[in-house]
């Protein structure tokens, strides 16, 4: 998990309990799960006995980071901020001690910047660092051709005074990040040098990549939040279960506190019978438990059962209308009424027509011809009509497609 180390920080961080810092970009109301390298960074900095301190850049977040940026950020009002802010502060603390000897502190970078004027600033910061500097950081070279406001080009200064500031009050010696932050954090461990002349260090981890090529933590559908009303659990266990061999291998070291034995294990267990996906199941449950909580896993595994597993029609029938749509969170729906099902529905009008599941009704001839369409996880032709006994709980109906794609018919009230 380690990309850059300054030299001397290991020794550093030897000596006695210290002080740690990583910043949170509360630009959305909830992390996403490209924030949880971060994250178990500060848990592994916890558990080796130093103290964690989780910055939230309710100010920094006025000005925008410009580090792999093509273009200028649209920036958030106070108050929008202030709410990000709290649900970020929310997410942290689920993973985050915050009591004991060592424990973890929350800070919030307005506290410092709210009352401070621009001349104060650029006076008593401004001064220690040189344009030349500023210019050498790869977050403003890469940006010299398309264009960068001032306000992009102060950000490295602001936060390198955040580091000074948390140096100063907090005993705070070492500033961690993703590997593109570097220029930003050895800015502040010059700040500090030369303000105060303390001894400073940086830490950055590498930017997760999957073994396709493909970004981390996206899907077909955006980020993959930690906010179950932005992910459901379902949806995010389900992130985790689909990663490829290589990457739950890579995975399951960096998201989980699993020790090497037990993983090796995981692995020599997978490898002997890798349809049963061992090592993507250990790795979901840990990180969406950790994340969700247990009563959410427990539904997460049971909505992957029903959809992946060998479950039939008497499964589903047993299911509570609020299961139902918990279970299918994000499955696509089209709405039926009555009418429709009064001398039977279609199968081939309820997969083109009626909904627009599939695009045309061709389209569903084949996947029909082809054995690949389930009504309520039974296996249906092209002669199959939906009718009322087929409803669940008298509201909804599930199609399947193949293994992966499933569609729900509800009927309006």
């Not at 959305?28 to 910055?55: C, E, N, T, W, Y």
Request: proline fraction near 2%.
């Amino acid at each position: 998990m380690i990309h850059d180390i300054m030299p001397g920080t290991e020794e550093a961080l030897l000596k006695k309990v210290s002080s740690g810092y990583i910043g949170f970009d509360p630009t959305a109301d909830s992390l996403h799960i490209g924030s949880l390298v971060q994250i178990m960074i500060l848990v592994h900095f916890q558990r080796a006995g130093h103290k964690p301190i989780a910055l939230v850049g309710g100010a920094t977040g006025m000005v925008g980071d410009p580090s792999g940026k093509s273009q200028e950020r649209n920036l958030l009002d106070e108050a929008t901020l202030a709410h990000n802010v709290a649900c970020v502060k929310n997410q942290l603390m689920r993973f985050l001690d915050f009591s004991g000897e060592n424990a973890a502190e929350m800070v919030n970078n307005f506290d410092w910047f709210k009352n401070m004027s621009f001349l104060d600033f650029i006076r008593d910061t401004g001064k220690h660092l040189t344009v030349n500097y500023m210019m050498s950081k790869d977050s403003v070279k890469n940006r010299l051709e398309t264009g960068m406001s001032f306000t992009e080009f102060s950000y490295q200064l602001v936060q390198g005074y955040d580091f000074y500031h948390l140096n100063l009050h907090k005993d705070c010696i070492v500033q961690m990040g993703g590997s593109d932050q570097w220029g930003n954090i050895v800015t502040g461990t010059e700040l500090i040098r030369r303000k105060n002349g303390n001894e400073a260090y940086a830490v950055t981890s590498p930017l997760i990549k999957k073994a396709d090529g493909t970004k981390f933590g996206k899907t077909e559908g955006g980020n993959v939040w930690l906010d179950k009303e932005k992910t459901s659990p379902y949806a995010f266990y389900q992130y985790w279960l689909n990663a490829s061999d290589a990457d739950a291998g890579n995975f399951i070291r960096i998201f989980t506190l699993k020790d090497q034995k037990t993983i090796e294990v995981l692995e020599q267990e997978h490898n002997e019978a890798p349809h049963l996906r061992i090592l993507q199941k250990a790795l979901a449950e840990d990180i969406t438990m950790r994340v969700h909580g247990a009563d959410a896993l427990e539904t997460a595994i049971s909505a992957s059962n029903i959809l992946f597993g060998k479950s039939t029609a008497a499964d589903l029938m047993v299911l509570s209308n609020e299961d139902f749509l918990s279970i299918f969170d994000g499955v696509p729906q089209a709405s039926i009424i009555n009418e429709d099902l009064k001398n039977g529905l279609s199968i081939i009008d309820a997969l083109a027509g009626k909904s627009g599941f599939l695009s045309s009704n061709g389209e569903a001839r084949r996947e029909l011809k082809a054995n690949a369409i389930s009504v309520n996880k039974e296996k249906v032709d092209e002669n199959y009509k939906i009718t009322k006994s087929d409803l669940i709980n008298g509201k909804f109906i599930l199609i399947g497609k193949g293994k992966k794609n499933n569609y729900i018919l509800s009927l309006m009230d």
